[in-house]
């Protein structure tokens, strides 16, 4: 991975892919009409059969703008981003998955943003549009923020994240991340925490729409088959609930600890060796039965 995509243009678009070739031509197209054309879309090809180098080339063809493409043996999603972000020398990047895509006006805004941001300011987030209208809930969001926040105290599940490059190599390079295939991108975003906050920004480019085959509707039974990276999340998640304010630090904290203590439980992990807080752990004992009744027992007999 030392040989790097080189390209003229600061902005870079990341998708990951595996087996969804039908996807990822509304996507292309949607790229293919930007009125600004001065970025690059990298595809990693997770593994996908028959490969998608066909059909890459095919759209080149016509294409209006920079196309590199990059095949890997199947690691999962977030070994194809780590990667990507390895291949590119961008300034900056988004991950666009292969199900979503954009307006026409994304790399235009995405330039205007980017032009205006601090350097203290690692990455800018913005609304995703989606079945589940958040917008409403981005009005209370203030201007810089650390992205648990988004979730766990403004309610905000999804959002596109635009990274500065600089950032996202560091933060791979000290990540040791398992060989395992399910690898939920928030420990990344847990550890960006410590690197500095995220600027917001209202406007709406990015549409997003879930498949039922998608990680988002299958977490609990991937948090079975991955079991490093799990424990990796929930342990990161525990140390981020510490940064936001008291009332969601201790709900957050107490949530954590339970899935934590379910998963450790069916699982047959040491709980006491895996948890980040003893005490809590014991409290919550008795209610994280119910926790792994409910959340993994429930997964298991769904995939019999």
Known sequence: MNDKYNNPYKIAIITPVYNRKKDLERLFQSLNCQTNKHFVWLIIDDGSFPTLKSIVSKWRKTATFIIFYHYQNNMGKMHAYKNAVNLINTDWSIVVDSDDWVDKNTISIL?????????????????????????????????????????????????????RHSVLIQAFSKLKLPSEKFISEEILYNYLIKKGRFKTNSNIFYNAEYQ?????????????????????????????????????????????ILNLNAFCLVNKNNLWVETPNRVLSTVLFLPSLLFKEVRFNGSKRKNV
């Open 111 to 163: 330039d205007n943003v980017v032009s205006e941001l601090s350097n203290k300011n690692i990455g800018i987030v913005f609304p995703k549009r989606m079945r589940n209208d958040d917008s409403k809930k981005w009005k209370n969001v203030p201007s810089q923020i650390n992205l648990i926040a988004l979730r766990y105290q403004y309610g905000i599940k999804e959002s596109a994240i635009l990274l």
């Open 212 to 256: 039922i085959d998608g990680l988002t509707n299958n977490v609990f039974n991937l948090w079975l088959k991955s079991p490093q990276s799990t424990l990796m999340l929930l342990k990161s998640r525990y140390e981020s609930m510490s940064t936001l304010p008291f009332k969601f630090k201790i709900v957050g904290k107490v949530k954590t």
